[in-house]
């Protein structure tokens, strides 16, 4: 049984060292929808918490001369026009340390899986972003295990790259592939599920406690049900418990699953304390709202620990409409972003990337040497593929060249395809690319993919052990090894016994 919102911050309240204080109480003067309006509450602090009378709790989020315009975390129905307030002097504070990873927390650090939760230090859920003085350029690559990704759009520890597309095209599985992943790679992980149904967020946990991710992933979480201010804060929430374990020195990857829905919670709440609409009637500061919360992302300098914090931010779009103000502002904030399109997703190439449409502003200064080296002219060769392809479909007999480019480019189609839950290794992934360079699955049958690809890993893991270890601990590749690796890729016969 999980304890109710207000029991639990009041029980956190009172752990404050008892000083004799003087409140000056408020009155509230309208009450709708949890968002409440009060007045003659002099002394007042953007984002205070609030008490009101019957132990319920609110922040306030609109200072104005006569009012205080405040959101409770809580519906409660004892708090009407009338009911007495007063502030707490506190801002609100998140539970953060060692001891999160494998939990599943709420934004104010309810632990939510029904086992207590000891917290070891708070944050407050809003701190101010690293500044430039307090970073280095990003230059370690954060592998996600998904080829199509790891090769043509790199991802850095440290950068902000935004998973964008309709509902239902993968976005949320390449986010938890990414997490999965990390396993063995001592990087931490922070989930944060925003607006979800909750037996969505069930299946994720699941999901990451079968591939054995719990143990280094901390998941918080502010459902559909719960109240707009809970969702609000999530993110930042989220963003506190990353930046302890950064702080410390540690590599974090943060999911924000996802900015539309936290942006609509905030509209909802922005709306209700009568803040005037914009755009899509979203308020003014939405942009500020994103911004303030990825730039808390970074890759710290060596003075400030050495630590990095990745965010993956998740956006829905609408019939694949990346112009629209959400996307858009997000787009501009992080440092790229992997667009999925439905009908790549529904053609059955999954991850459903389009490789035109997605970009990695800084990852390829932080790609592995030996990647670096075979994932050149992919995206070149998609583009080409793509292109040719729509000739094709007239019905036109291609010339040998073009022929050749669209036999070629289905093959790559095809190596770039795969399950989820199934990240690769590196040596898998550099193995891969040698043999679409070496051309050894273009006469493969569409059909044949799914049962080669893992016989071939298979079989270059024993061809090649030594390099397999060097190069998955070092992210390097010699001459001679890319030479090995060249003669054991030829030596494979694609459908063959072996
Ligand atoms: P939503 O908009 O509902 O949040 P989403 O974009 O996050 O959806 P997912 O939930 O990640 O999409 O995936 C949608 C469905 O596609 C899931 O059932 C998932 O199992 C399946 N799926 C995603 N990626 C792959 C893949 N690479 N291989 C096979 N199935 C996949
Ligand atoms: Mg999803």
Do not use: W
Request: include cysteine.
């Amino acid at each position: 049984m999980i304890e109710s919102i207000s029991a639990f911050l009041k029980k956190r309240l009172d752990e404050y060292a008892f000083r004799p204080v003087t409140y000056k109480k408020g009155t509230v003067a309208r009450s709708a929808d949890g968002v409440v309006t009060v007045t003659g509450l002099p002394e007042r602090r953007y984002g205070e918490l609030l008490e009101f009378e019957g132990g319920v709790f609110g922040m306030a989020l609109d200072l104005s001369e006569e009012s205080v315009g405040a959101v409770l975390f809580d519906t409660a129905e004892s708090v009407r026009a009338g009911t007495a307030v007063h502030g707490t002097g506190a801002v609100l504070e998140v539970p953060v340390g060692d001891n999160l990873p494998g939990r599943v927390i709420d934004p104010i650090g309810r632990p939510l899986d029904g086992k207590p939760l000891t917290p070891q230090e708070y944050y407050p859920v809003e701190r101010p972003a690293p500044a430039i003085i307090d970073r280095r350029p990003v230059d370690t690559p954060l592998e996600t295990g998904i080829l199509a990704i790891d090769s043509m759009i790199p991802i850095g520890r440290g950068q902000r790259e935004l998973i964008i597309g309709d509902r239902q095209t993968g976005k949320t599985t390449i986010a938890l592939d990414a997490i999965i992943n990390q396993k063995d790679k001592n990087v931490l992980c922070v989930y944060c599920a925003i607006g979800q149904k909750a037996s969505t967020v069930a299946g994720v946990i699941e999901t990451l406690t079968k591939a054995g991710a719990m143990k280094y992933t901390a998941v918080v979480y502010a459902g559909a049900s719960d109240s707009p201010a809970m969702q609000y804060l999530a993110p930042y929430a989220a963003a506190s418990a990353a930046e302890y374990f950064a702080a410390k020195g540690r590599d974090v990857l943060v999911v924000y699953d996802d900015l539309s829905k936290h942006a609509v919670a905030y509209r909802m709440m922005s709306l209700l304390l009568l803040r005037p609409p914009g755009r899509e009637a979203y308020p003014g500061d939405i942009f500020y709202l994103h911004s303030r919360l990825l730039e808390r992302s970074a890759c710290l300098s060596k003075e400030k620990g050495g630590g990095s914090i990745t965010a993956l931010p998740i956006v829905e779009t609408m019939a694949g409409n990346i112009s629209a103000y959400i996307p858009t502002n997000v787009i501009s904030i992080t440092d790229g972003q992997i667009f999925l399109e439905s009908g790549l997703f529904l053609s059955g190439v999954r991850p459903a990337v389009n490789t035109g449409l997605s970009v990695s502003r800084v990852g390829r200064a932080a790609q592995h040497p030996a990647m670096k080296a075979f994932s050149g002219t992919l995206r070149i060769d998609l583009s080409q593929y793509r292109e040719a392809e729509i000739f094709t479909r007239f019905g036109s007999d291609p010339d040998p060249a073009t022929a050749r480019l669209l036999k070629r480019g289905s093959t790559l189609v095809n190596l770039l395809k795969q399950n989820k839950s199934a990240p690769y290794s590196l040596f898998d992934e550099v193995s891969l690319l040698l043999a679409y360079r070496e051309n050894l699955f273009t006469e493969l049958p569409a059909g044949q993919f799914k049962t080669e690809i893992p016989r071939f890993l298979d079989y270059m893991r024993r061809a090649c052990p030594d390099i397999l270890r060097q190069m998955n601990r070092t992210g390097k590749a010699t001459d001679e090894d890319t030479n090995d690796l060249t003669t054991a890729v030829n030596a494979y016969e694609p459908g063959g016994a072996l």
